[in-house]
């Protein structure tokens, strides 16, 4: 970070004055980041009111904010500084938000609503001031205070908004958005507690509340003139109104108070600075007076705590009736509020009367299935709150939502009882029965032709049913909420080439032959700002540097340029030293969780993803412990000729998903008995780190190696870490699954380890499954595990059962299958690891070859094909250059 301060030159008089680190002067030793002057005198304009740049008013500034919010006289602490910090750089950041909203407001653009259960941010100090182009000020502040901005930012806890890939990809688009001057806001829930804090207890993982909140939120804001009123339950009337027209009344058993907070997201490089609107759910009675003062203690605080469980937790356990009320209630709560709060700025400007004009001024994009009770509740504000005719709100409905696919996991592609449904949303309920009344019938009619035999034509019609039978409980109905999605959108995308072939041959494909122009793809992206010029600026310099110019970090098909020096030797040994560095501070981070010194010279093996059968972190233990056994039978003097490896594997495992804890139970066993055995722990080492979120990641991608994506093929919808690690350098050995075949395809095929069966191969291989030998080293591995090898035996029984009993269904996502490829696979990790110039070489290609996967690419490709919005770049504040 020091890198990226802003150098101090002295004038007459002595006075220090400020040199931006975007001057066009390459200074050696210093950060070569540079952008165009008229981008920076346009970001400094729209920031600074003066235009100008002062340490010492920052200095000042950040104590002043200390002294008066905190009551502290002196910055003694990190956490002090942080405090002072984030207060000051807030205050820039909304007069960027204002500046930005003022424009919007007075040129009515049409706006992007991205609406998301999760959110996975991170920390925002280190990114907001490098969006802003402050981090000169702020550094060299810092460090007349004596604090370094690194320990600063690392006194922030994360946002405990999200869990995995999804949650990240939904923060990467707000960034890309903002940055391309898009307008457009994420809607989701400011949850109390996020998922949960992970943590071990003998090696078992222990879920804990994780009180993000506790010291406050210096990037939000509340809004406590926008409320909207949420309700479930009760029953449905119909009125007749004055003029003939029959209405339903839909009067909730229970209601709710949304609370909008705002989430100032600042673009890089532009002056604006978008939103991201979160929601905590209130009660509408604070506290029952009566009740307490009658001693019913428990009453008089029920209506908070029911309100305040809404928003308090992440996907919450629905294995039982309550866990799946509540979740239902979660969707449906951020997704009425955020469709009232965009109708109700949309009256404010065009009033009652223009619904006609609303597709032409809000998009939606549906991220995943669990905002799609959507279809269902604009329907609702259309015609029973705006009086619309159906016919007229169910086209605008149709021509304002979209929705993205993110994964073929059945558990992912909601279904609720129709019972839960009815309990909870009685109204909504009776919408989707009359859109799937209304559906089945335009099938019925339109399949005429091809069906003309009734009982065909009803079979056809009853697959495509948005409401149909659980196959696995006959006297059950499900409301298939995807189908809901795809029947009341415009459209509906995959997320990488083979995910959305997918989709569109086999997901939904009885859909996809009936609206064929309904779906595209549209491969994800990262943010090459957080995730290689932020979190690895040491490398992102190295970048500039050798191009000459920063404009990589918004345009990233830039970093092509890099494969010209990709065997330069001098260009590699500097490429390395980047490596080695955060390889140390990796080491670090290890040696503070487990106390334990690692070798950084070994190969750092890496996977870091939710925990999860068919992202086969057990194939990747199982490895390990064949390279264990393999080196254990080495003399002292072929284990020499070993590569040595540090093996890190890190994620959370829902808190109902039995067989990811056991996953995480035989990763922290078997790297117990690896760590501390003296003839191989100077050869391979394992460990869990726990908790893994934002800012583990920084840390830990930068320093990876070798990335292990490697799902059963056809299962990964994209991924996104994938990319987060190609673009800092790092090698894969993968599955031809996801985003990894594009990856191969950017970096060349030659350069990737790709091991196992096709997805096309799958369904096959998985009804052979029974007629299956398996390899005799993964039986000898499974003996091992069987045998109490690693302890805990009886605990990890289910998991040798779940992969090794021979009959149909068993090792479903067929680790036995590919268990010789992928050692194969790794045995060629080893042979290019031993030839460190060849490594290299492909390290700096895999960054080269990146270019396709900046979230800018991706935003900029739904902006064009699906969302139909363009930039509106709020003008520089006066002074500045346009």
Known sequence: MAQRQLQLNRVAGGAPVATSRRSTRL????????????????????????????????????????RYLFGRNEVSTPNDAYQGTAWSVRERLIDAFNKTHEHWKKEDPKFIYYLSAEFLMGRSLTNTVFNLGLQGDYATALKELGQKMEQVAEAERDAALGNGGLGRLAACFLDSMATLDLPGWGYGIRYKYGMFKQALKDGYQQELPDIWLTSGNPWEVRRDDVRHMVGFGGRVERRREAGGREVAVWTPAEQVIAQAYDNPIPGYSTPTTSNLRLWDALPLSEFDLAAFNAGDYDRAMLARERAEAISAVLYPNDSTPEGKELRLKQQYFFVCASLQDVLSRFKATHGSARWDLLPSKAVFQLNDTHPTIAVAELMRLLVDVEGLEWDEAWGITTKCLNYTNHTVMPEALEKWPVKVMAKMLPRH??????????????????????????????????????????????????????????????????????????VKDEIFNDFYKIFP??????????????WLAWCNPELADLITQQLGSDAWINDTEQLTALRTHASDPAFQQRWAAVKSAKKERLAGLIKRVWGEEVNTAALFDIQIKRIHEYKRQYLNVLSIIWRYKQLKRMSPQQRLQAVPRVCVIGGKAASAYDMAKRIIRLVTAVGSVINADPDTRDYLRLYFLPDYNVSLAETIIPAAELSQHISTAGTEASGTSNMKFALNGCLIIGTWDGANIEIAEETGVENVFVFGVRAEDINGLRKERK???????????????????????????????????????????????????????QQQVDECYRDQAEWLRRSIMYTAGSGKFSSDRTIRQYAEDIWHVGPCRPPPAAGGQQ
Do not use: C
């Open 27 to 66: 200074v050696p030793g210093r950060t070569a980041l540079r952008v165009s002057a008229v981008a920076e005198a346009d970001k400094t304009a729209a920031i600074n009111k003066s235009g100008t740049s002062s340490v010492p008013a920052t200095t000042k500034d950040i104590e002043n904010k200390l």
């Open 429 to 502: 309920m009776e919408i989707i029965e009359v859109i799937n009344e209304g559906w089945t019938q335009w099938l019925s009619a339109h399949l005429a032709s091809e069906l003309p035999a009734p009982e065909e034509r009803a079979k056809r019609i009853a697959a495509m049913s948005i409401i149909h039978e659980n196959p696995w409980n006959k006297e059950e109905m499900l409301v298939n909420m995807a189908y809901l999605a795809v029947v009341g959108s415009s459209a509906v995308n995959g997320v990488a080439a083979i995910h959305s072939n997918i």
């Open 517 to 530: 122009s309904k779906f595209q793809n549209k491969t994800n992206g990262v943010t090459p700002r957080r």
């Open 771 to 825: 007629n299956f030998k398996t390899d005799p080293r993964w039986d000898e591995i499974m003996r091992d595990i069987e045998g109490g090898m690693f302890g805990d035996k009886e605990y990890f029984k289910p998991l040798v059962d779940s992969v090794n009993n021979m009959k149909v269904g068993n090792d479903w996502f067929l680790l036995a299958n590919d268990f010789a490829a992928y050692l194969d696979a």
